[in-house]
């Protein structure tokens, strides 16, 4: 009963360092994204794919690349930390044949210093 | 365009008491809407989803909501709080178009005995 399964869970970084965050989820769904918790900010979505060998940005994108590798994997690239991008970041999936519930990950907890 | 609008980024209720969370919400076609809690350092969970069916939803937990269109309004309420429920509590809206989910802000939730 895997569902979404990212890592790392922890990391913490120096600026101007580079980091991938890798996604996973096994429930054969079409539609992946990442998201970033801040706290007071609820969770706004970074990029999303909507099937595979497609991405699309979010609300905040700038500073963030992704890759949708095949239909299971969805991976989140920061190719020179900022501490402005130390945050809880979130992978989810979700199917529009399930009611468009979106199913998440247990987060990603990134420093940057 | 859609947004979501919770009121109170902290409640505090007593153990037994109603619970009450607000999201007020804005969506230019029929929305979906759905409530997720978060429990410390975990990822989030449905609660529950409306999806143009009935409009009182009842979740997991004990909790329900009401979709009201002419207030733009999917509250959450449980009857009577568990020191269980202490957990930071999102609204979201999708579009029936598509997937994507905006979050409101939040709202943590302390339950005191």
Redesign the interface.
Known sequence: NAG?TQTPKFQVLKTGQSMTLQCAQDMNHN?M?W?RQDP??????IY?S?SEGTTDK?EVPNGYNVSRLNKREFSLRLESAAPSQTSVY?CAS?E?SS?????????SWLTVV | AQS?T?LG?HVSVSEGALVLLRCNYSSSVPP?L?W?VQYP??????LL?Y?SAATLVKGINGFEAEFKKSETSFHLTKPSAHMSDAAEY?CAV?GAA?????????TRVLVKP
């Open positions: 979404v539609s994204y998201y007071g900010m609820g969770l706004r979505l999303y909507a979010g979130f979700s529009k009611g468009n519930t979106i199913y998440f990950g247990e987060g | 979501v919770q980024s979906y759905f997720y350092n975990q990822g989030l969970q449905l989803k999806t999102f999708s598509g997937n994507k989910l905006t979050f409101g802000g939040g």
